[in-house]
């Protein structure tokens, strides 16, 4: 298998003499966990604390900003829907004073249109023009009132509260100091 290793015998040389060796004792090294440093941060730990508060209370203003236009926007929308609607309800109230009969009516007469008391009636059947006794009606001209019955036309311009608002209407025919209470007598006498 393995041949034995054979040796020289060392030669004899004019080498200079040298002192003997003694073999070193050795020691054997431990090993160690060896930790690095930490690293040292480039800025310091109080500059970071106060880069943070100072991006907080920034974001803080912002979000106290945003909040107040959004506050102030729904004011304003609030404000033009209450006139809207306030127009709204006018423009209502009006067109039901304009379609009231009575209006129709004097619209009517102002333009020159009058009233018909003889209507006639056309037969689709046959062709012929009826009058209200042959088509089996009533005569509309004495069934019609000369006035039709309704609110008053000279009502339009009386001025009207405004329930929503805190101000107050004058008092109507003057002032309450040009009144004078009624004498008052007692009863029996």
Known sequence: MSAPVR???PRATAAPRRSPVVPARRTQRRLRLVLPEPARPRVSTAVQV?????VGVVVGLVANILV????????EL?????ALQDQRDRLSEDIAYRESPQNIASFAEENG???DTSPQFVDLSTGEILTPEQAGGADPA???PVRIPGPRADAREDVRPNLRS???LPVVGGDAGEFTAPAQTPPGG
């Open 7 to 9: 040796t020289m015998p």
């Open 142 to 144: 004495e069934e019609s």
């Open 78 to 82: 609030t404000d033009q829907q209450t």
């Open 68 to 75: 107040s236009h959004t506050t102030f926007k729904v004011q």
């Open 50 to 54: 106060l880069l943070i508060v100072l």
């Open 113 to 115: 249109m009058k009233r």
């Open 166 to 168: 805190p101000e107050r």
